[in-house]
Structures are given as structure tokens and as C-alpha cells.
């Protein structure tokens, strides 16, 4: 079993809809990530999280906002998504955003956007 | 030059044959290495990590760094049909001033009873 949970497992919404992806650890990791997989591709960064700050985000449209309430929580709010958003996000976090902290990630949320 | 690349596969090989599964990259100042296997409709689980140059070994796994070729490597001992998943290669990097996580593409790898 991961040690990162995210909810819900599956989501399907429609293009006016709102929703938010949850992820949550206690491993006591201080950062923490946002990942969007497409089928058969590998997963690309969208936003990095370091001691609850924003570190990185990687030019990722304003329909998708990351929130970092505490340490070990994070969320993904959407909004007015399109079709072709629809893919597996993964959260991830490690001990620090850092060489030698290895990644560790959630089961994934799959998202279809109809 | 892609950052990071992975011949895609398939790698087809035998109930306990050696499979090995190569890795390249493009920045020559990244400092650490990881494999990840993916089992289909899953999750990426952390295999190995490797951050200086030589071998490491894990059990029936061993990854290679060749930092001067900037080369990195995964081999499968004695093969498992539950080895059959895609393995994918992520390089850290420095983007800006932090670092971050880029896979490959991944290599489907087939192990046949």
C-alpha cells in the first residue's frame, strides 16, 4: 500500500464544472508534487510544492491551481476543464525537493473530462 | 536531444533471463538517477537509486551509472513473468535554482513464461 492516498480514485466532470483532486502523506516529506500522465506517455511535472511553498510551476494554464494547506496536504483545483485534460494525475512527495530524495506517489487520480 | 531517453521497447525476454534496460541523458551536471516500474493502469513504484558512478545492487536488480557517458542502467536477473511492467528512467535536474524530476519515456519490457 502507498503511503501517499489521493481522492478520489476516479473522477469524470463536465467542461463547467468544479472539482479538486485531495492528496495527503505522513512520512513527514516537505515536498511534494503534482504530476499529469497521458496514456502510454510518462508522467510530466505540473507543480512543485517545497515546505508548503510554491517552487516550481511548469507554465501549467490557470484552469488547474495547486493549494499546499499544511505539509501534508495537497490539493489540485480545476476548472472550466477541456477534453483533452482527461489523464491519470499523480501527487508525489519526497523527504525535500532535493537530488537525493527519491519520489514517492499516490495511486492516482483518473480524470475524464466530458 | 531529448532530456532524457529510452529506447521504447518492447524488450521481450524469457522466464529467467537477464533484461537490460538502458537510459540516457542530456544534462551533464544531473546528480542522481532513479528507476521506476509502472505496471499497467498503476502507479510509478521506486525501484532504484543510484548516485555515483559504478553498480548497485538491489536483489535481482543492478543499475549502472557511467556519469562521463552519461549512461544509466537497469539489469533484471533471473526474470520474473510479475517483472513485466514499464520501466521508467528519471534523471533529477536543476531547473532554475530546484530540482526536479524528469522520466524517460519508459521501455514496455515482456517477460514470457
Known amino acids: 500500500d502507498t503511503e501517499v492516498t489521493q481522492t478520489p480514485k476516479h473522477l469524470v466532470m463536465g467542461m463547467t464544472n468544479k472539482k479538486s483532486l485531495k492528496c495527503e502523506q505522513h512520512?513527514?516529506?516537505?515536498?511534494m508534487y503534482w504530476y499529469k500522465q497521458k496514456a502510454k506517455k510518462p508522467p510530466e511535472l505540473m507543480f512543485v510544492y517545497s515546505y508548503e511553498k510554491l517552487s516550481i510551476n511548469e507554465s501549467v494554464p490557470s484552469r488547474f491551481s495547486p493549494e499546499c494547506p499544511n505539509s501534508s496536504l495537497l490539493n489540485l483545483h480545476l476548472h472550466a476543464l477541456q477534453p483533452e485534460d482527461s489523464a491519470l494525475y499523480l501527487c508525489?512527495?519526497?523527504?525535500?525537493?532535493?537530488?537525493?530524495?527519491?519520489?514517492?506517489f499516490g495511486n492516482g487520480t483518473r480524470l475524464t473530462v466530458t | 536531444q531529448k532530456e532524457v531517453e529510452q529506447n521504447s521497447g518492447p524488450l521481450s525476454v524469457p522466464e529467467g533471463a537477464i533484461a537490460s534496460l538502458n537510459c540516457t541523458y542530456s544534462?551533464?551536471?544531473?546528480?542522481?538517477f532513479f528507476w521506476y516500474r509502472q505496471y499497467s493502469g498503476k502507479s510509478p513504484e521506486l525501484i532504484m537509486s543510484i548516485y555515483s558512478n559504478g553498480d548497485k545492487e538491489d536483489g535481482r536488480f543492478t543499475a549502472q551509472l557511467n556519469k562521463a557517458s552519461q549512461y544509466v542502467s537497469l539489469l533484471i536477473r533471473d526474470s520474473q513473468p510479475s517483472d513485466s511492467a514499464t520501466y521508467l528512467c528519471?534523471?533529477?535536474?536543476?531547473?532554475?535554482?530546484?530540482?526536479?524530476?524528469?522520466f524517460g519515456k519508459g521501455t514496455l519490457l515482456t517477460v514470457n513464461p
Open positions: 508525489a512527495s519526497s523527504q525535500a525537493q532535493d537530488y537525493n530524495s527519491p519520489l514517492h
Open positions: 528519471a534523471v533529477n535536474r536543476v531547473g532554475g535554482s530546484n530540482y526536479k524530476l524528469t
Open positions: 512520512m513527514g516529506h516537505r515536498a
Open positions: 544534462d551533464r551536471v544531473s546528480q542522481s
